[in-house]
């Protein structure tokens, strides 16, 4: 995407962009960071990188709340949001959302 003085970076922020998504299906998601189901540190790098990614997870959730009022405050209304209770920003929680919106992305598609 480039740094934020580069002109990319408002071509690709989805909040400058949100008023052209109108009528797109979106799927956002961002659990609250704290560990869950998928997390099982069991080493100090393990416990280090499960940190980090509570943390990575939580911006995210704050980014994407953000992103939701946007959206309502133009009246877009085609994007479905998630937001578990647990999960950091690791694979398996990404998997799972995967799944979950598995459908949507077929029906979007005509598949």
């Known amino acids: 995407m480039g740094p934020p003085w580069n002109s990319a ?6 909040f400058v962009a949100a008023p ?7 799927w956002i998601a961002a659990s609250s960071g704290l560990p869950g189901e998928h997390d099982r540190p069991n080493s100090a790098i393990g416990v280090f990188n499960t940190a980090n990614a509570m943390g990575l997870e939580a911006l995210a959730l704050a980014q994407n709340r953000a992103f939701q009022v946007r959206l309502a405050t ?6 479905h949001f998630s ?17 979950e ?4 992305m077929k029906a979007s598609i005509g598949a």
């Open 20 to 26: 052209n998504m109108r009528g797109l299906p979106m």
């Open 83 to 99: 937001f578990p209770s647990t999960g950091t920003h690791t694979w398996g929680y990404w998997q799972d959302e995967l799944w």
């Open 74 to 79: 133009l009246g877009v209304d085609t994007a």
């Open 101 to 104: 919106m598995l459908p949507m």
């Open 9 to 14: 970076w408002l071509r690709h922020d989805p």
